[in-house]
């Protein structure tokens, strides 16, 4: 099977992928979105499905939005009957979520490390023993470019020893901000897959060593040379059948998100050689029978919502959110800081680079000053909502970012279909249907894409959503 690159322009940071018989498992990050570490399933590596989460529930302290924080850089390992999902929360320390069933029912099994800074760990079995793998982060540790070890016990419920030992230096051997560490045992000699020199223009290297404690040999094994693909980054190494492997990684763009890239990979003179001789590709081949399976990019709301909007902090849905046979209801709440604090926004996040986006609201039951509407979410955000002012309905824009703004774009039906072309992530420019833009400069979270949301604020009442769809444009 042939395919293009990316495979995904959905953000999916940090990806890591488990085989289990003819069937491939997808993890991400999900920082502090709820339900967290959503979870895909493929059989080809290029078409997906979303089929769960890991984390129903988050650790004490996510009851209020905290971007930047959260679930990041997931690892996903199958041993001795149990998938396991290894994970930092680089606030609270690295935590181990294990199921027997690859795409549900996962439960907090341990909390193997506690403290701060840690981050991207990856679990490792090796002659009846077992280790972890991690990195730093310098934003809580102070530094960053070192892999660190520790030995746990072979269910990873508890670490073996009191410290961790440093096993890897990457400022001194050229690899600086060294993170993302994915282990591999290929024959008698250990094998790190990890990305370097930062997520939009850095490298990937190989570290090879004859033992876990090092020391290791760096080798160069896919970075963007003389093409337009920035930042080859982290990602997962995955055996297809004998000497065929596929490297799936990410690739940042900005506030599109971390798009998915994937690469044909061998085996060959003691490393693995990625994409086109170190460089990404642009299309490549599998041999894997296509797999008809896809991520929706819309949601009719008739039955509930997709599984794939998420909120922004561990809230209960049911304080703000029910569903009725056509659609679904969110009551209003004062917004007492900014949109992008505000607990009752549900998101996910964008499916294209250009695209056509059309929620249906109805806003009968607003009360007055209260408005519902279209969000697009990041440090910066743009919003564009139906608002109840003396008795009538109106449709505005509100911008807090760069600086602040509130615009008037006309009159409203009670029951407002909101219709938007967004092109440019990077501008926010959006075209309402009567043809008016609006432009406004975003900027993504920390570690996140924009992402698309919807919400109620004001005084009093609630509206109902009873349409989502999202279509790419060409």
């Known amino acids: 099977m042939r395919y293009k690159n990316p495979i995904l322009t959905r953000d999916m940071s940090d990806p890591d992928v488990v085989k289990y018989g003819d069937d491939f498992y997808m993890v991400t990050s999900s920082f502090h ?46 041993h001795d009957g149990y998938f396991y999902i290894t994970v930092a929360f680089p606030d609270e320390g690295i935590f181990v979520y294990r199921s027997q069933n690859p795409s549900s029912g996962y439960v907090l099994h341990s909390k193997i490390l506690e403290g701060k800074g840690y981050e991207d760990p990856c679990p490792v079995w090796i002659d009846n023993r077992a280790y ?45 901000a060294i993170e993302g560490p994915k282990v591999h045992k290929v024959g008698n000699e250990i094998h790190i897959l990890c990305p370097a020199g930062g997520v939009p223009y850095g490298w990937q290297v190989e570290l090879v060593s004859s033992s876990i404690h090092g020391p290791y040999q760096s080798i160069l094994v896919l970075e963007q040379g003389k093409t337009k693909i920035n930042g080859p980054h982290q990602g997962a190494l995955l055996r297809i059948k004998d000497n065929e492997f596929a490297f799936l990684h990410f690739q940042d763009q900005g506030n599109q998100g971390r798009i998915l890239r994937l690469e044909p990979a061998y085996y060959d003179y003691g490393h693995f050689i990625i994409g086109d001789k170190g460089e990404p590709v642009e299309e490549g081949e599998i041999s894997l029978p296509p797999f008809e399976a896809s991520i929706p990019t819309s949601d009719s709301m008739q039955e509930g919502l997709s599984p794939l909007w998420q909120t922004s902090c561990q809230i209960d849905r049911n304080l703000f959110l029910q569903r009725e046979s056509d659609g679904v209801r969110l009551t209003t709440a ?70 602040e703004e509130t615009r008037y774009l006309g009159a409203a039906k009670e029951e407002s279909d909101l219709y938007l072309v967004w092109k440019h992530p990077d501008s926010g420019l959006v075209t309402m249907e009567d043809g008016e833009q609006i432009a406004y400069p975003l900027m993504q979270e920390k570690w996140t894409g924009i992402r698309i949301g919807f919400y109620t604020i004001g005084p009093s009442g609630s509206a109902k959503f009873s349409l989502f769809e999202e279509k790419e444009l060409r």
Do not use: C
Not at 49 to 55: T, W
Not at 135 to 159: H, M, Q, W
Not at 338 to 353: A, K, N, T
Not at 372 to 400: C, D, H, M, P
């Open 132 to 176: 972890i793998v991690f990195a730093f982060a310098k934003s809580r540790a102070g530094f960053n470019g070192k892999l660190a070890l520790i030995e746990v016990t072979n269910d990873l419920s508890k670490t073996s020893f009191d410290h961790y030992e440093i096993i890897y230096d990457g400022e001194k051997d050229g690899n600086r």
């Open 33 to 78: 979105y709820v339900p967290g570490l959503p979870i895909f399933h493929s059989k080809d590596l290029v078409h997906w499905e979303h089929v769960g989460y890991a984390i129903l529930t988050m650790p004490e302290g996510y009851e209020t939005v905290r971007p930047g924080a959260g679930a990041w850089a997931p690892s996903f390992r199958y």
């Open 334 to 403: 004062p917004l007492e800081s900014d949109i992008h604090h505000f607990e009752r926004v549900l998101s996910r996040p964008l499916s294209f680079f250009k695209e056509k986006i059309t929620i249906h609201v109805d806003g009968n039951d607003l009360g007055e000053g209260s408005e519902a509407g279209l969000l697009f979410l990041g440090e910066w955000n743009l919003r564009v909502y139906l608002k109840k002012e003396n008795g009538r309905y109106a449709i505005y824009s509100t911008y807090q970012g760069e600086y």
